[in-house]
């Protein structure tokens, strides 16, 4: 699909280019008709001439009589004019010298005015006038006006293509000109995301079109932090609130375990009921980190660390859980070099991918790190063999609750759903962003979460 500056450029181009030649298409047309009507003209002005120099009464004349007083003036305007004089009953009776061999064809009782081609001489525009009972043909080459239609031609094409080019580049500037203000909506558009909604678009002065998208789309943006904002304070508050209750149900119940009296049947119950109120802190304590992290409550304490050091203690404790899982954990590959994150988040970050890579790998399977380092980005991905994830749907395992293809499994083996979307969060406060997306040439899923390198 085309864009639509290109949309613009072309329209824009074929208007200008289409618009000019059928202005010189008109030109030529009027040029022709008021060459051929001065023709006309010439060509009368001529039978006037001849009026002049016959005598009154022409009737009975020969054709030497006639040809005898216009013959001075038919030789001196033999290069512009060919004449020709007849009768209806005795036919052709004087012809100029310039015809040589050729007649001028009778059109009697045609058009009086008449363009056609003439052997040996060409292209012809000829007038016949009336006098008493002579029909006088008088006839004017148009080679002269051929050579300026020829001229005018060869002009209106380098005229066409000049103005074709040019309109080109013009249309291209003023495109650009034109969609300078949507493409600034749309980079200040592209930088609002849900961290920064209390930014708008910039509205130009005046009260056209572009204004009047910019002020709808700032409404939007501010019904959406509207809505961002109750959602998060909902979140928090929320989750708050609910830790307490959750604290005395989960206080009692521990301590109704205790009581002898308790039947084994009821002790059950409560141990149930113990490990509900432990999910759901859990889920609430990830709620009020995810609500925290949106409102950039959390303050990251960055230092420039040694990558190769960090990726070591955590390989330790990763290969410990692989092994206590009848898994089995490789290093793949570990670049050396120094990058600023926070250790304590960024290892909550590993834990939390690396435990989902745990939950969803066959027995005996792999999972491989892989720590790359280049001058802008530090990268580091969990390659493991489980089922993988359909490619629709890669993006949205991202989102909150999210349980992808599990929704009917063990709380213990599928977790809140709320794991990966910490992740995001904590790679996005480092400035960095994070992705999945199924391996290439064998089963399993591969998590990728890149970091820019900044300035030590």
Not at 84 to 93: F, K, N, P, S, Y
Not at 291 to 298: G, N, T, Y
Not at 339 to 345: E, G, T, Y
């Amino acid at each position: 699909m085309s864009s639509l500056r290109f949309r613009l450029t072309f329209w824009y181009t074929l208007v200008v280019s289409l618009t000019v030649i059928l202005v010189l298409f008109v030109g030529r047309w009027l040029l022709q008709r008021e060459v051929i009507h001065s023709y006309d003209l010439l060509n009368a002005a001529e039978f006037q001439e001849l009026v002049n120099r016959l005598p009154e009464d022409t009737n009975g004349l020969s054709g030497a009589e006639i040809a005898e007083p216009i013959r001075e003036h038919v030789e001196k305007e033999g290069t512009l004019f060919f004449f020709q004089i007849h009768r209806d009953t005795e036919g052709v009776i004087y012809r100029s010298p310039n015809l040589g061999s050729v007649y001028l064809p009778d059109n009697s009782p045609g058009p009086l005015l008449r363009t056609y081609t003439l052997a040996h001489i060409g292209e012809i525009r000829e007038a016949e006038f009336y006098l008493n009972d002579l029909h006088i043909q008088i006839a004017s080459p148009l080679s002269h006006a051929q050579e300026v239609f020829r001229g005018y031609l060869k002009m209106s094409l380098i005229l066409s293509t000049g103005v074709i080019l040019l309109s080109l580049i013009l249309s291209k500037f003023l495109t650009a000109m034109a969609l300078r203000p949507i493409r600034a909506i749309q980079t200040t558009a592209n930088r609002i995301t849900a961290l920064n909604l209390s930014e708008r678009i910039p509205v130009s002065p005046g009260n056209d079109e572009i204004s009047e998208l910019a002020q709808f789309l700032n409404i939007m943006f501010e019904r959406l932090e509207k809505s961002f904002d109750q959602i998060k304070s909902f979140t928090a508050d929320a989750s708050h609130e609910l830790r307490t209750p959750l604290s005395l149900i989960r206080l009692q119940a521990e301590k109704l375990q205790r009581d002898r009296a308790i039947s084994e049947e009821n002790r059950e119950g409560l141990t149930e009921l113990v490990d509900e109120v432990i999910r759901m802190n859990k889920i609430i304590e990830n709620l009020l980190v995810l609500a925290r992290a949106d409102s950039r409550v959390i303050q990251l304490e960055k230092e420039s660390r040694d990558v190769q050091k960090f990726v070591a203690e955590f390989s330790e404790d990763a290969e410990a859980l692989a092994e206590d899982n009848q898994l089995k954990f490789e290093l793949g590959r570990d670049d050396a070099g120094f990058v600023k994150f926070d250790a304590s988040w960024l290892r909550h970050v590993f834990l939390n991918i690396f435990s989902n890579a745990l939950k969803i790998s066959p027995e005996n399977g792999r999972i491989i790190m892989l720590s790359e380092i280049d001058n802008d980005h530090w990268k580091v991905s969990f390659e493991d063999e489980g089922p993988g994830v359909p490619e629709d749907r890669l993006e949205r395992i991202f989102d909150r609750f999210e349980r992808e293809g599990q929704e009917d499994a063990p709380e213990e083996l599928t977790g809140s759903g709320l794991g990966l979307a910490i992740c995001q969060s904590i790679v996005e406060l480092h400035g960095g962003y994070i992705f999945a997306k199924n391996n290439k040439y064998r089963k399993g899923l591969t998590v990728t979460m890149v970091i820019p390198r900044e300035p030590n």
